[in-house]
C-alpha cells in the first residue's frame, strides 16, 4: 500500500470501523484550532499552527494523539490517557472524549499563540 497523500487519504485507509472516530478527532481539531494548516507528517494527520500543535494516528487498538506532556492532559482531565511521553492513548473501544480533547487543541493554540513572533 502506498503512503496516503491527504488526511483524507489517511483516514479513507484506515479500517472501517475506525474511520468516524478519526472523523470525530479530525473535526474537533479543525473547530478548535481553524487556523491551523492540516498536512501530513512521518505518515500521519498533522496540524501546523505558529509550530507544532498535534499529531494523531490508529492503531490497532488505540488512536495515539501526540505530542502533549502530562500537565497538558491533567489540566483537561485527560491524564488517564497519558501513556508514555508526549502521547495520549484512546481506546477503539471507548468513545473519544472530544471535550476534553478540544479544550486540549484550544489550550495548545493559545500557547502557539503566545510564542508567536509580533508582527510590526
Do not use: C, W
Not at 484506515?14 to 478548535?32: G, K, Y
Not at 492503531?59 to 502533549?68: C, E, K, T, V, W
Not at 482531565?77 to 486540549?104: H, N, V
Request: net charge positive; hydrophobic share 35%; proline share 8%.
Amino acid at each position: 500500500m502506498s503512503a496516503p497523500r491527504s488526511v483524507d487519504e489517511y483516514i479513507g485507509s484506515a479500517p472501517e470501523l475506525v474511520q468516524p472516530m478519526l472523523n470525530d478527532l479530525r473535526d474537533t481539531i479543525r473547530s478548535a484550532a481553524p487556523q491551523a494548516d492540516e498536512r501530513l507528517s512521518y505518515g500521519m494527520p498533522y496540524y501546523h499552527l505558529n509550530g507544532r500543535l498535534a499529531y494523531f494516528q490508529a492503531h490497532a487498538r488505540h488512536i495515539g494523539l501526540y505530542s502533549f506532556s502530562t500537565d497538558d492532559a491533567r489540566a483537561v482531565g485527560l491524564e488517564q490517557y497519558m501513556t508514555a511521553k508526549s502521547t495520549l492513548r484512546f481506546p477503539l473501544d471507548q468513545s473519544l472524549p472530544l471535550a476534553a480533547i478540544r479544550k486540549l487543541i484550544e489550550r495548545r493554540v493559545k500557547t502557539t499563540d503566545a510564542k508567536a513572533p509580533r508582527k510590526p
